[in-house]
């Protein structure tokens, strides 16, 4: 199975970024990461998710397009592989959980005008873990405006992931158990995911591997 472009994705605190990074790293990669560490509205959102949730979601659209169609569309023709911490869908599902619905219905007629023209993985990789331990790794690596995360909250995410996921066709996904495996502490378990990726090949749609370190 040949990869141009891989995504990396998963709820808040399953490792997205870091499995991102260091495969980036392993295989000389180009490396996209969400640029939402300056976005304004992030913090507002989760001390007040009804006043803030649409502004929120309008910036996150537009960010996320704008990197997209720069970073993307420049491929590096020294890196034949391009890595990305999220896929675009995100921005729905992450609205869907959010909005209003008359919010949603205008916000999704943006987004669909947007996605029918942006690329599409050749594989994507959800990286899955029980709420409760993503609560641990969100308290963790210590964002303050993540603190008020709750694991409710996390469950619609995940739901809305799968949902997704049911009904998508046009690129394999792979759903990836990593809740006996510690990547990042074991070069074993990193090797097991590494190999799942790069070394097998999956149909469109739906593809579920456990892993046990």
């Not at 331990?133 to 995940?158: A, C, F």
């Amino acid at each position: 199975m040949s990869i141009d472009y891989l995504v990396i994705e998963g709820n808040i605190g399953a490792g997205k970024t870091t499995l991102a990074t260091m495969l980036s790293a392993d295989l000389n990669s180009k490396l996209i990461l969400e640029g939402f560490s300056d976005n304004p509205f992030l913090p507002r959102f989760y001390s007040d998710p009804v006043k803030y949730s649409f502004p929120l979601e309008l910036s996150f659209l537009a960010e996320r397009y704008t990197q997209l169609k720069t970073d993307l569309a420049s491929r590096d023709l020294f890196h034949e592989l391009t890595i990305m911490d999220y896929f675009f869908m995100k921005s729905l599902i992450f609205a869907r959980n959010t909005l209003a619905t008359d919010e949603y219905n205008l916000y999704r007629k943006f987004f669909d005008i947007i996605y029918e023209r942006l690329p599409k993985p050749d594989l994507y990789v959800y990286l899955h873990l029980p709420e409760e331990r993503l609560i641990e790794n969100i308290r963790q690596r210590g964002r303050d405006y993540e603190q008020s995360i709750e694991i409710s909250y996390l469950k619609t995410i995940r739901e809305g992931y799968f949902n997704f996921f049911s009904q998508q066709k046009d690129f394999p996904v792979l759903i990836i158990d990593t809740s006996m495996i510690d990547f990042v502490k074991y070069d074993a378990d990193y090797q097991l995911i590494k190999n799942l990726i790069f070394n097998k090949s999956y149909p469109n749609g739906i593809n579920r591997e456990i892993l046990n370190g």
